[in-house]
């Protein structure tokens, strides 16, 4: 027998349970420490259900999950976070949809493992075993055509064959015990052009490229993200050439057959291989190069052995360093071993229980360089669950963004723990993350020095009381000329102090309610402790946006997004996932268009100093714009607002020659569609005090999207420009070469 092959099994099994008797209802794929994926159907079955109900079950269902590997055995309960119904198609033995995830109450046993995908293809030999996990359930098969985004299974007629209760469970290759698609069902007698005879053994799977592009279609890309997968080129072993690189590094590591035998067996326990029988020769230089180029942690995972006895040989130290400097440059190969990975995942999940805006705060901080990974990018709040994905995300980018020729730079995972760990509140956790930089950063050969000056800087940002965050502005960018579609979203923060900072944000075109989350998470994160949280937005726009309903934007809602943190209370808490506010009720938004005041922002400012105490009331149709500019230079040459009344014709030309004359502020009824509307305002008393009209304007909006969109109420609009608060210029995205 070789070395590194893979064990005849999985190391562990994954159940979900009926209600009913406790048995398996079929079987589940951990994806991550915190998420499942299994069949609906076999929620359906859970639940005592029909298998092809399309009905979604309650988030607040409480499902029992089951783990067994080797002698150990555990069961946690989960709570439905994705549901793709089962979709039948007409005149095909094969569905559509069928697909569930799962959020774990509490993270997968230590001794479970994630799978690993690869892609399907016709004529893959793959294995299944029941949900119940016992050894001799196992179930071969063979990949066959593809149909419809499902591929078939034909069995041989011995052993035993996939049936009931291997539904929703990973279909393993088994010449690597990689993972390629889900089972899902048997094709069935009676089935156009079939005979009981020919689906004796013939069944069908979801296929992991299905998976994975039903997922993303449904809005989970970043449980997608989160899976490990078997990266291009592995399929078909490492290049020969960067194998013959490794070898001599590796001869002056390990060139004595005892030392390189005991190296190894360590790393084929971590990498959950059959250890050779006893007097097995040790394994060719050539065969180690090809694991640690194949097995994504192998390389991290022996040079972790390996770094302590080589600290004080520094030539072999240097031949440590040059490994993994040529792992470095393999796109497949991981920051982290298999020990530093799991550590690492603990600790930064207990920084998200203690206080789940930290990390991200920390991540805005220590890699302000970088292009943020999408879980990052998107939320100022994590869950447990999130914090694979940040992990793996980060491991992509293992010189924090900042090349070095001079010696080894500070990974961006190691800076973000160390940034973490100077803001944490919890010492014992924060003893535990520095402890962990301190070994990594001594396995990679980074200068103590490099991560001394990381650690001064974290100290510095945690010490640091920053100004507090006043206002929010976001620029939005249409996306083609539909004024409702999606736009792309620049964020900023003005402080206390006058400073503005800009926010990391996707460089996708967004959907409103995403930039409504957008917003109020960047709000939520950058809260100052012991200060009011902004209240303040500005939306700068284009002249063809100035009538989008901005402010009856979603921003969903903290409970909904704490949901995953408090799955214990589940079970007393009501369903509160459909929780929101609208942008405009949540905090005082208003509008702003440079484009139409560029070339009169001096006199923008002249008006505010003017400081006129009446306000121009624009209610009269015969009013033009002819007789607009008149007003505006003569007998209201100081007025600072405006308010105009009217149809949504007159409105259009009346309101850019308002801005264009330096008007800095502007109210109207966006939903007015005659001069009689005007009196909708009155309750907002557009004349009164003007610096509390944006205080007024969000009461009157929380009032009218309190009570539902469908009452014939106004709907506000404001044009506020403050002089005092300078915009930063847009971003200019240039074609790809």
Same mark, same amino acid.
């Given at each position: ?96 949809? /069928? ?332 003893? /535990? ?305």
């Amino acid at each position: 027998m070789g070395w590194f092959n893979r064990r005849s099994a999985p190391g562990s099994h994954t159940a979900l349970l009926r209600g009913s008797d406790s048995k398996a209802a079929g079987a589940a794929v951990l994806l991550s420490s915190a998420r499942i994926l299994t069949c609906a159907h076999v929620v359906n079955d859970a639940l005592g259900r029909e298998p092809l109900s399309t009905e979604q079950p309650g988030t607040d269902l409480a499902f029992a999950v089951s783990f067994r590997g080797g002698d150990a055995a555990a069961g946690v309960t989960a709570r439905l976070s994705l549901w793709l119904p089962p979709q039948k198609r007409s005149g095909s033995p094969v569905w559509g949809g /069928d697909l569930a995830v799962l959020e774990l109450d509490e993270p997968a046993p230590d001794w479970t493992r994630p799978v690993v995908w690869r892609d399907m293809v016709e004529g893959m030999e793959l294995r299944a075993w029941h949900g119940g996990g016992a050894a001799i359930t196992y179930a071969d098969t063979v990949a066959g055509p593809q149909d419809a985004g499902c591929r078939y299974l034909d069995g041989a007629l011995t052993g035993a064959a996939i049936g009931p209760g291997y539904s929703g469970g990973p279909l393993w290759v088994r010449s690597d015990f990689t993972v390629a698609g889900l089972a899902v069902a048997q094709v069935m007698t009676g089935a156009p052009a079939l005979r009981a005879q020919d689906t004796v053994r013939r069944g069908w799977a979801v296929p992991w490229q299905t998976v994975r592009e039903e997922m993303t279609r449904a809005g989970a890309g970043d449980v997608v993200a989160e899976c490990q997968v078997v990266r291009r080129g592995h399929t078909s072993g490492p290049c020969e050439t960067s194998v013959q690189a490794m070898v001599p590094v590796l001869r002056t590591l390990l060139d004595d057959p005892a030392r390189r035998t005991d190296h190894c067996r360590e790393l084929l326990y971590a990498l959950g291989c059959d250890a050779p029988a006893g007097g097995t020769q040790a394994p060719t230089l050539d065969e180690l190069a090809t694991a640690l180029l194949v097995e994504d942690r192998a390389l991290a995972t022996l040079s972790e052995s390996l770094a302590p006895a080589v600290r004080h040989d520094p030539r072999q130290r240097r031949a440590l360093s040059d490994l993994l400097a040529l792992g470095r440059i393999e796109d497949h190969v991981r920051l982290l071993s298999f020990a530093e990975h799991r550590r690492l995942v603990a600790a930064l999940r207990r920084s998200v229980d203690a206080d789940p805006g930290l990390i991200a705060r920390a991540a805005r901080e220590a890699l302000r360089f970088m292009s943020l990974p999408t879980v990052l990018s998107h939320a100022s709040r994590l869950t447990v669950a999130d914090v694979d994905a940040v992990v793996l995300g980060l491991e992509d980018y293992p010189d924090g963004g900042l090349a070095s020729t001079q010696s080894i730079p500070v990974p961006a995972l190691l800076r973000l723990a160390e940034f973490t760990a100077a803001a944490t509140a919890d010492s014992a956790n924060r003893t /535990d993350l520095r402890a962990w930089c301190d070994r990594v950063a001594g396995r990679l050969g980074i200068s103590p020095s490099a991560l001394a000056e990381r650690r001064a800087d974290a100290e510095a940002w945690a010490a640091h009381q920053p100004s507090p965050v006043t206002r929010i502005g976001t620029r939005l960018t249409a996306e083609g000329t539909e004024p409702a579609g999606r736009f792309r979203c620049e964020i900023w923060l003005w402080h206390r102090d006058g400073t503005r900072v800009g926010v990391t944000t996707p460089k996708d075109f967004l959907l409103p309610e995403e930039i409504g989350r957008l917003i109020r998470r960047t709000a939520e994160g950058s809260r100052v402790p012991g200060e009011p949280p902004p209240s303040q937005v500005d939306v700068v726009v284009g002249p063809a946006q100035l009538e989008i309903d901005v402010d009856g934007w979603e921003t969903g809602s903290e409970l909904a997004d704490a949901l995953p943190d408090l799955a214990a209370l589940r079970d007393v808490l009501p369903d509160v996932s459909g929780l929101s506010m609208a942008l405009g009720s949540r905090y005082q938004v208003a509008l702003r268009c440079p484009e139409l005041v560029v070339r009169t922002h001096g006199e923008v400012r002249r008006r505010w100093a003017a400081d006129a105490p009446h306000s121009l009331v624009v209610g009269d149709p015969s009013v033009d714009i002819q007789h607009l500019y008149e007003l505006l230079n003569s007998a209201h040459r100081d007025t600072v607002r405006v308010v105009l009344h009217g149809p949504p014709q007159q409105r259009s030309r009346l309101l850019p020659v308002c801005l264009a004359m330096g008007v800095p502020v502007v109210l109207w009824d966006r939903a007015a569609v005659s001069h009689e509307d005007a009196s909708r305002l009155e309750e907002l008393d557009p004349t009164g005090p003007l610096d509390k009209l944006p205080e007024r304007l969000q009461n009157f909006r929380t009032t009218v999207y309190g009570t539902g969109a469908d009452l014939p109420a106004a709907r506000p609009a404001l044009v506020w420009h403050d002089a005092e608060l300078s915009l930063p210029g847009p971003l200019h995205f240039a074609d790809p070469l």
